[in-house]
């Protein structure tokens, strides 16, 4: 069984802090740092845009104007239930993207 979660953070930097554990390795004098998942699967989204209704008129035709969306958006799939992540989560009418 999984559980999967739609995560709204304030930014890029708070959903990294979040979601990922940093490693360090060192091997002949170089220093490497890595990003680990603490969870399954991380499908990182973004800044996600809405239409206003407004057209635009471009020299490529006419477009409908886009807004970002408050927030930068993770999905996130883990086999545990997560209530470390509660206060992110968002519940979402119509996701952008879903677990298949």
Not at 70 to 99: F, I, Q, S
Request: charged share 30%; aromatic share 12%.
């Amino acid at each position: 069984m999984y559980y999967d979660l739609h995560l709204k953070f304030v930014d890029q930097a708070q959903a990294e802090e979040t979601l990922f554990d940093e490693q360090t390795y060192v091997q002949d004098d170089v220093v490497e740092t890595y990003k680990v998942p603490r969870y399954v699967a991380i499908d990182i989204i973004g800044v996600i845009f809405k239409p206003t209704g407004k057209m635009l008129n471009t020299e490529d035709g006419d477009m409908l104007e886009m807004a970002p969306i408050e927030g930068w958006h993770v999905n996130v799939r883990h086999t545990t239930e997560t209530p470390e992540l509660e206060e992110y989560a968002v519940k979402v009418k119509t996701p952008v993207r879903a677990w298949a």
